[in-house]
């Protein structure tokens, strides 16, 4: 089962936001992958979520990003997942 949502995110996240993303992420069963322009992101990995926003992401403001989640609990990490990412937003 899978589902997805699309987000925007700030320009910068902080080391500690993404850090409680890839923690939270990683509490969930399901493959979590983020998409932006082409590029597939395993939203679990510490080091991958940090050089795509390093690298890529933050150097366009408040485009949308793909959050994907496929697995047995996809709907409710997906749920929480989007929540978290957009009060990083504000």
Known sequence: ???ESVVL???RLSIGQINEF???AGSFESEILFFYQ???INAK???SV???FLSHYSKN???PIT???EGSDAQVALKDLSHMLSSFYE
Request: no cysteine; glycine share 12%; hydrophobic share 55%.
């Open 1 to 3: 089962m899978g589902a």
């Open 9 to 11: 995110l700030p320009k």
């Open 22 to 24: 890839v923690n939270a």
């Open 38 to 40: 082409g590029i597939q």
């Open 45 to 47: 990995g510490l080091l």
């Open 50 to 52: 940090n050089l795509f």
């Open 61 to 63: 403001l408040d485009e």
């Open 67 to 69: 959050l994907r989640v």
